[in-house]
């Protein structure tokens, strides 16, 4: 049996599976500040100039700086960690890890966005004798309109009982397991009073052109360098505090050979290196990644290659779809990662 509380109330299920189909509104909203998403570009080592100058965002046509394609996992983190204390309160969190991540995308994150996440429990199935959950997310802005529709699995597996170790515990910032998640959530679907302004498109005059792109294109491979410092930092500004993405005690605590880099910083280093290829960010409508091995990042660091191909190209709607391959030490961290964009037409 498992419990927690949503908006306040006590929330009390005999197993996970009971919980599916149910879907949650945080309380309170994330504001988009333009420092937050300069800290974020570092953090994914995006260079990107429409996530750092907002010189280049009003060339690019989005009036001031866009959020990296993966900003979204802030807000998101903290609806889906309270979301997990509900449905899955028997589980060892250090011991879960993600295992897929397809992200549709409507318009781009901009400073002063005010964001409300919607959650829900989509599927919960045993298997090999771990268990696999998967969330959908929808982000929307202050108008209700939607920005982002994320859908995450997870594996993980059930405490057996007995004591559980703390050690893990004792590592992470003092207060955070206290304060609320995105300050809790609540079944009652809420709906927006503002004025809802037309959604906007991808800008396509700095996309790359449809005419240049071809179907087995081979894109410029790209290497990236990550530190224990560089996951710290990813750690700090994602707001997640897992020790086992920074500390080598709790990561061979959990049988792990050295701190993994966090899924979704992996996932980020992937969308810059799409982005610095296609030209727009905001041009990017759907990336789908699926997981096969962390990255391994131990004192002297670790280094992620990347590299991609055009797998198709579709006249009809002037969009393409890339396949990405990531690799370190040997090992590939994508099984599949695939990106849908659209490409200009002059």
């Known amino acids: 049996m498992t419990s927690a509380k949503i908006g306040g109330a006590a929330v009390v299920a005999l197993h996970p599976s009971t919980m599916v189909g149910c879907t949650y509104r945080c309380d309170d909203r994330y504001v988009v500040g333009r420092e937050d998403i300069r800290q974020f570009a570092r953090a994914v080592q995006d260079s990107h100039p429409v996530h750092r100058s907002e010189a280049a965002g009003v060339e690019f046509g989005y009036g001031g700086l866009i959020a990296p394609l993966t900003f979204f996992a802030i807000p998101a983190f903290r609806a889906q960690r309270a979301m997990f204390d509900t449905v899955a309160g028997g589980y060892d ?34 298997a090999f004798g771990s268990e696999l959950f998967e969330f959908k997310t929808e982000i929307t802005d202050q108008y209700d309109c939607p920005l982002i529709t994320s859908r995450t699995s997870f594996v993980g597996r059930a405490e057996a009982g007995g004591p559980r170790s703390h050690s893990a515990d004792d590592l992470v910032m003092r207060g955070f397991h206290d304060r609320p ?7 009652r679907m809420r709906k927006g009073s503002d004025p809802r302004p037309k959604s906007e498109g991808a800008c ?3 996309t790359r052109r449809f005419e240049t792109v071809a179907e087995g294109e081979k894109l410029p491979p ?9 996951l710290v ?10 020790p086992i993405h920074w500390h080598p005690q709790a990561a061979r605590a959990v049988n792990l050979d050295a701190p993994v880099a966090h899924g979704m910083l992996t996932v980020g280093l992937g969308a810059g290196y799409l982005t610095s290829w296609l030209g727009d960010p905001g041009a990017v409508l759907e990336y789908a990644v699926r997981f096969t091995s962390p990255v391994y990042v131990t004192s002297a660091g670790a280094r992620v290659e990347f590299s991609g191909t055009v797998r198709s190209v579709d006249p009809r709607q002037r969009a393409a779809v890339v396949a990405i391959v990531a690799i370190s030490q040997g090992r590939k961290i994508f099984g599949r990662a695939t990106a849908k964009v659209r490409l200009s037409s002059t």
Do not use: K, W
């Open 222 to 230: 790209r290497v990236f360098s990550l530190t224990l410092g560089d």
């Open 233 to 242: 930092n990813y750690a700090g500004v994602a707001g997640d505090p897992n």
């Open 93 to 126: 969190l250090s011991r879960i890890m993600q295992t897929d991540q397809v992200v549709n995308y409507h318009r781009p994150i901009r400073p002063g966005d005010a964001l409300t996440c919607d959650v829900g429990f989509e599927s919960f199935r045993g």
């Open 204 to 206: 396509g005059g700095r």
């Open 181 to 187: 998640s995105g300050a809790g959530l609540r079944s």
